[in-house]
Each structure stands twice: as C-alpha cells, then as structure tokens.
Nanobody
Framework: QVQLVESGGGLVQPGGSLRLSCAASGSMFSIGNMGWYRQAPGKERELVATITWTGSTNYADSVKGRFTISRENAKNTMHLQMNSLKPEDTAVYYC?????????????WGQGTQVTVSS
C-alpha cells in the first residue's frame, strides 16, 4: 500500500507564505495526476490545484496567482507554494495522488495538514 505523508502546515499571518509538501512511499507503483484539496470547518472539501504527469496545472479561481503547485516525479513528491495568504485560506489541506500499481489504479489521500491564517 502506498502511503502519502504531508508536511509544511502551520500558523501564518495574513500576507505570509507557506509551502506544503506531500511524499509518496511504497513499492512498485507509479503516479498519475496529483492534486491539493482543502476543507474548512463546516464546508465541503474543495479543489485547490492539480498537476498532471507532464506538468499541466489547474487552479481554483480563489487561489490563482497566489498558489503554485509543482511535482518532482523522481522523488514521488508534490508541493504547494502558498503566497499572499488570506484568512479564508484557513483549512485542512489534503494531497491526492492517482496511484498505479500492477493492474490496479486508485486515488490515495494524505492525512491532512492544518493551515491557519490569522493575525
């Protein structure tokens, strides 16, 4: 079973920056699309950004121009650089990867990391 481990969350003031990372570990697998999602208290989980194997990206309108998603295929790792953070960015952030292992394909999720934007 492939495991995803997230890191980089925390408390930051409005206007500040954070960088989230998500690393996949396991054996005999490859990764397709990757993405970051977030869930604020009392709200549904929403898409933040996605990136394909070839590096094509897609962003939610609310984060365009402030967040950048990237991936390091050789390290099975994905990052989310978050700049100009706003209080409304406060949420638990989850990474997601499409895992291919043998004949199986499935979506795998990280455990979530808390991002709090507050003065």
């Amino acid at each position: 079973q492939v495991q995803l481990v997230e890191s980089g969350g925390g408390l930051v003031q409005p206007g500040g920056s954070l960088r989230l990372s998500c690393a996949a570990s396991g054996s005999m697998f490859s990764i397709g699309n990757m993405g970051w999602y977030r869930q604020a208290p009392g709200k549904e989980r929403e898409l933040v950004a996605t990136i394909t194997w070839t590096g094509s990206t897609n962003y939610a309108d609310s984060v365009k121009g402030r967040f950048t998603i990237s991936r390091e295929n050789a390290k099975n790792t994905m990052h989310l650089q978050m700049n100009s953070l706003k209080p409304e960015d406060t949420a638990v952030y989850y990474c997601n990867m499409r895992i291919y292992s043998g004949l199986n394909a499935y979506d795998n999720w990280g455990q979530g990391t808390q991002v709090t934007v507050s003065s």
